[in-house]
Structure formats: C-alpha cells, structure tokens
C-alpha cells in the first residue's frame, strides 16, 4: 500500500492551515455563531491560589465575618469609543466584585456600601481595575471573507484578535474604634486573549466574566493579610 500521496495531502492541508490564521476557515459556522457568543473562549495568563486549603482550615471563621464592598458610582455609565463606532459599556467593578463574592459564599455577610464604616460589618473593600486592550484585524481572514462576497462574515468566521492586559487595586480595610483602618491590599496582573471575535460578538473588557480571575486573586489576597481567619 502506497502512503505517500495520503502523506503528502496532510502536509498540505497542514501547510495550508496554518497559513489561515489557525485554521479559521475550518470552524463550523455554529461555533462562531452561537458558541463563540455563550463561551467566549480564551486564554489567562494569571494563575490565582488555591483557597481549598484556607477553607478547610478556616471555613467556619469565615462564615462569621461580616465583609463589605465600597463602591465607585463614578464608574457606572462609563464608556468608550473604539474605532470612532463601537462602545465598550462599563459597569463599577466594585458592583460586579460584589456580586462575584455574593455567589461564593465563603462570609457569612455580603454588604455594597456608599463609603467604607458605613454599616455594621468587619472589613471593607474596594476595587480599581484598568485595562489596555488591542483589537487587531487579520487581513488574510478579513480579505477572504470579502472574497466568498461576504459570506465569510454571515456565517460567522473569526477576522479579528482581541486581547486586553489588566491591572486591578484593591485596598483592604477594618473596622476600628476610631473608624477605619487599612490592613493591607492587592495587586493583581491579568493578559488576556480572547478567539473567534467576529460580527456577532466582540468581547465586553470589563465584563463580570472577564475580571473573575482578578476577583478570585483578590479574594485570595485579602483572606491572607485581612485576619478574617482569626475570628
């Protein structure tokens, strides 16, 4: 049995699909269409700690702090433009951090306060995060799907890469007899690339989905330095 036209075929399919940008062209029209819109796939570089540990050692101290988050109402109703057309709509992160704790249920209170020593809670936090983002067309992509005279982009095949380095401040307070103190705080460092951006969606740089990652490094951090396990 000759193998080497089989051979020779593979080659050149392979050849040819990494020529197309990661193989593009070979995705079904209903992972770019739907999929792509629900996943939103991609890449973090951080790598948060594990709290599974911290948990099983000190789950039940946890559930007796009260902890709440200060937020920003600067940031709600931002916005920006990106190539003079599309807005990238901006919630304050402290609203999504917020909720983002809410669902963990690791404190046995979750509070959203105007101003940290309002309200009967332990600690208090608060978030700033930023972002540079970069959406870059691929042109062999772009051209192709204009090409098939735009069928390319009805059906969904990905013409752009977008990816998004991020920064997120949090400061870490407690409750004293004089007010508020601060304790401690984090720093936490995020690169992020996303695929398969196309007509149908682009990714939301400021999305609950998208700063989780931050949020679970900073609640790392603050179980560590905030002495929320002594109690």
Known sequence: MR???????????AIVCLGLSGCKLLHPP???????PLLQPRTNSIETGDLDPILEESGEALKRAKVAVVRNPGRNGWDSTVRGKQRDKRKDEN???YNYLRKQKLFGEIGLV???????YDYYLTCN??????IELDTLMYTWNWVLLGVGFLVGWPYQDSS???VAES?????????TETIGGSIAVNQVTWYGDNIYWRPAFYAARTLK?????????FILESGVRSL
């Open 95 to 97: 609203e999504l951090l």
């Open 114 to 120: 105007d101003r940290a020593g309002f309200g009967d």
């Open 164 to 166: 998004a380095f991020y």
């Open 30 to 36: 209903v992972i770019s269409v739907i999929a792509y």
């Open 3 to 13: 193998r080497f036209p089989f051979n020779s075929s593979f080659a050149l399919i």
């Open 171 to 179: 400061v870490f307070m407690q409750r004293s007899e004089a007010g």
């Open 213 to 221: 990652p931050l949020f679970k490094q900073i609640t790392y951090d």
């Open 129 to 134: 995060t930023e972002c540079i983002y970069n």
